[in-house]
């Protein structure tokens, strides 16, 4: 399979856009439309200057015996190339057989658009998926595809149903396509596509579908931390929304009577994917010690107000006649739980100290010690992420 373009609809850069993002999208960071050349003998979406680009790939379209349409019907204007079959599309659920041999099956979206599902006459099979689309009604217990292809970037929930359903497995090759200016490329984008279990291409790239290649490592600890308002919750939960279920962890616990707090838990929950479960608990180390789906922590900082309360650790007397030593055991117990924790864990917490000194003895001791536990916490994780301005810095990967 060769992809003639890996970009949006638009492409990149979009004509006449002046955001950041089109203007550093120059030379191998600049992206066609989205195609896919299959085996030299189905083109999935055709694009302005689809021959070009398969000729600067080292492939010709004269062998091309199908044209299939992912777009919705109302998409972007295509141009068929002399010698071209027209273009087509496959009704939702049924089958076409090309003369080559490669089978390939509509499959029904949730957006307007078809996916395609393509078997080669020696049985690998890929899926590609339109931009902003994602599989309707999938039933679990799917056998994995080698390959797919899909937005990933603009809708991760999608590589979450496929994953819930078996569609993708541990050696699936996740291709991220459909990519648009709503992301940074490079590094930051690679990053990002590696949380999620997927990987991008540059244009003009050929991929063996089902050849063995190493699938991304998604971090089994990560500890995010930043300042207020910095993006690190946003980070947090953008690194796990192309998995299902997903338990989110709030140490804030209920406050009543408190309205802007209120306001602050309805914005969090919002923005989680709703295959998510929530519970709201400072009791971490059983969640951390036993099998199950990926925890999302927010925050360590609450969880650790919450410790100092429960040892009285505000009071200078009770902190000094065994206080201090009561949540050293919290600290250490809470930290062995993360080393030995058999699931996918995302931390958050805050950084302190970068500001005014508190004024009083208790404020300075809960900045010190949470410099501590950040410190511990970070020593048992293998990807920790600083965030700054909504700008995630990786600190250790």
Same mark, same amino acid.
């Given at each position: 399979?060769?992809?003639?373009?890996?970009?949006?609809?638009?492409?990149?850069?979009?004509?006449?856009?002046?955001?950041?993002?089109?203007?550093?999208?120059?030379?191998?960071?600049?992206? @066609?439309?989205?195609?896919?050349?299959?085996?030299?003998?189905?083109?999935?979406?055709?694009?302005?200057?689809?021959?070009?680009?398969? !000729?600067?790939?080292?492939?010709?379209?004269?062998g091309v015996r199908q044209v299939l349409l992912t777009h919705p019907h109302d998409g972007p204007a295509v141009d068929v190339p002399a010698g071209l079959p027209s273009a087509g599309r496959?009704?939702?659920?049924?089958?076409? +057989?090309?003369?080559?041999?490669?089978?390939?099956?509509? *499959?029904?979206?949730?957006?307007?658009? +078809?996916?395609?599902? $393509?078997t080669s006459p020696d049985g690998e099979r890929l899926l590609y998926l339109p931009p902003g689309g !994602?599989?309707?009604?999938?039933?679990?217990?799917?056998?994995?595809?080698?390959?797919?292809?899909?937005? $990933?970037?603009?809708?991760?929930?999608?590589?979450?149903?496929?994953?819930?359903?078996?569609?993708?497995?541990?050696? +699936?090759?996740?291709?991220?396509?459909?990519?648009?200016?709503?992301?940074?490329?490079?590094?930051?984008?690679?990053?990002?596509? @590696?949380?999620?279990? !997927?990987?991008?291409?540059?244009?003009?790239?050929? =991929?063996?579908?089902?050849?063995?290649?190493?699938?991304?490592?998604?971090?089994?600890?990560?500890?995010?931390?930043?300042?207020?308002?910095?993006?690190?919750?946003?980070?947090?939960?953008?690194?796990?929304?192309?998995?299902?279920?997903?338990?989110? $962890?709030?140490?804030?616990?209920?406050?009543?009577?408190?309205?802007?707090?209120?306001?602050? *838990?309805?914005?969090?929950?919002?923005?989680?994917?709703?295959?998510?479960?929530?519970?709201?608990?400072?009791?971490?180390?059983?969640?951390?010690?036993?099998?199950?789906?990926? =925890?999302?922590?927010?925050?360590?900082? =609450?969880?650790?107000?919450?410790?100092?309360? #429960?040892?009285?650790?505000?009071?200078?007397?009770?902190?000094?006649?065994?206080?201090?030593?009561?949540?050293?055991?919290?600290?250490?117990?809470?930290? @062995?739980?993360?080393?030995?924790?058999? #699931?996918?864990?995302?931390?958050?917490?805050?950084?302190?100290?970068?500001?005014?000194?508190?004024? +009083?003895?208790?404020?300075?001791?809960?900045?010190?010690?949470?410099?501590?536990?950040?410190?511990?916490? !970070?020593?048992?994780?293998?990807?920790?992420?600083?965030?700054?301005?909504?700008? @995630?810095?990786?600190?250790?990967?």
């Amino acid at each position: 399979m060769t992809l003639l373009g890996t970009g949006s609809p638009a492409g990149l850069p979009r004509p006449d856009c002046p955001c950041a993002m089109c203007a550093a999208a120059r030379g191998p960071r600049a992206r @066609a439309a989205t195609a896919l050349l299959v085996d030299g003998a189905l083109l999935l979406d055709l694009t302005p200057g689809a021959a070009l680009a398969a !000729a600067r790939a080292g492939h010709s379209l004269v062998g091309v015996r199908q044209v299939l349409l992912t777009h919705p019907h109302d998409g972007p204007a295509v141009d068929v190339p002399a010698g071209l079959p027209s273009a087509g599309r496959v009704p939702d659920g049924r089958v076409l +057989t090309l003369i080559s041999g490669h089978r390939v099956r509509a *499959v029904p979206m949730d957006h307007p658009g +078809t996916g395609y599902e $393509v078997t080669s006459p020696d049985g690998e099979r890929l899926l590609y998926l339109p931009p902003g689309g !994602a599989p309707a009604g999938l039933a679990e217990g799917l056998a994995a595809y080698e390959m797919v292809v899909a937005d $990933v970037i603009g809708r991760p929930d999608a590589i979450a149903l496929l994953r819930a359903s078996g569609a993708i497995g541990a050696t +699936t090759d996740v291709i991220a396509v459909h990519l648009d200016h709503d992301v940074p490329g490079g590094p930051e984008l690679d990053r990002r596509l @590696a949380a999620a279990g !997927a990987r991008a291409v540059p244009d003009g790239t050929t =991929l063996i579908v089902g050849e063995y290649h190493a699938v991304p490592d998604v971090p089994r600890r990560t500890l995010i931390t930043g300042g207020a308002r910095s993006g690190k919750s946003v980070e947090a939960e953008r690194r796990l929304t192309a998995f299902p279920d997903v338990l989110y $962890v709030a140490t804030g616990g209920g406050r009543t009577g408190d309205a802007e707090w209120a306001d602050r *838990v309805a914005l969090h929950r919002e923005r989680r994917p709703a295959s998510w479960r929530t519970t709201e608990s400072c009791d971490l180390v059983p969640l951390l010690t036993e099998e199950g789906p990926p =925890l999302l922590i927010d925050c360590l900082s =609450l969880w650790l107000t919450d410790a100092m309360d #429960r040892v009285g650790a505000w009071d200078d007397d009770t902190w000094r006649s065994g206080g201090e030593r009561a949540l050293r055991e919290r600290v250490a117990e809470l930290i @062995a739980a993360v080393r030995r924790s058999p #699931r996918t864990v995302v931390a958050v917490t805050n950084e302190a100290g970068s500001g005014v000194v508190p004024a +009083t003895a208790s404020g300075r001791r809960f900045r010190d010690e949470l410099g501590r536990l950040n410190a511990a916490c !970070a020593d048992e994780c293998e990807q920790v992420l600083l965030v700054v301005a909504g700008q @995630a810095l990786v600190l250790r990967n």
